[in-house]
């Protein structure tokens, strides 16, 4: 199942920032830290590639801290990066950001030449959590769903130190399929734009190979040692909705509340501190992502030839 969700409000933030960019000295692009890559948006990284970069993996206190230690090496290792960890409901790291940004522009400053920051990200990445940290004060509205915010609107942090923000924005069409479960698993994609019981049984895939402990842990199924993780994942889902009580008639499993029920304990952090990628495991999936695009677009080229031959159409 290829997931995809590009709203039109999406479309309308797209061109806010094509226009705000050039304006702007510093970018910050928020990232859950249980997917810091496939919560990075690629489109945005051609919007604003030319412009030094402060990457933010929120949610920390939620994410597996040795992958997310990966992961800030990985982004501080990139040219005109740089990455820190944070947990945005907590105001100490949150001001750190300031001279983060103060480092990569360290020519802005004063009235002269205030400090303009772009604040972007993916839907419910804990962007507008996180402006409210910052500013002390309800600026943003927040929500444990994606695409809350609608406008762009300028903040000042200080006299000299204005920041934009901009709504979750994600691109046209998502390459990575691993990168589509993990942002629906997460809450980043509408509820309308996939199949929840699908993205819970991929969802479960994951955490059996690297959080089976989790597992158990949590839904107590009375396995031998080791047997969760070598579940087949459908007779997972179903003895987690058996042992939930997540009933229909005659004994059957209701799979999609229990795919629901799993979904909410992962974001809600009830299984635990959880990455779903590292950076070696992302690198392969993007490159597997990119050949399959590239054998899509030849395969729909081939096809937009063989018409023009077809109806007698002279190629240029």
Partial sequence: MAIQWFPGHMHLTKKAITERIKDIDVVIEVLDARLPGSSANPLLAELTGHKPTLKVLNKQDVADPERTALWVDWYNAQSATRAVG???????????????????????????????????GVPNVGKSTLINTLTNKRQAKTGDEAGITKLEQRITLADDFYLWDTPGMLWPRIVVVESGYNLAASGAIGRNAYDEELVALELLRRLQTHYAPLLEARYKLGLPAGAMASMHDEDLLAAIGKKRGAMLGGG?????????????????????RITLETPAEFEVWRAAG????AEREAKKQARENRKKKGSGTREP
């Fill in 86 to 120: 944070l947990d945005a409901s907590d105001p100490a790291p949150a001001r750190k950001l300031i001279d983060a940004c103060h480092l990569l522009a360290p020519n802005r400053g004063g009235m002269a030449k205030p400090m303009r920051v772009l604040i972007c």
């Fill in 252 to 272: 059957r499993v209701n799979l999609q509340k229990t795919a629901e029920i799993v979904m909410t304990d992962f974001r809600t952090a009830i299984l635990g």
């Fill in 290 to 293: 990119a050949l399959a695009d």
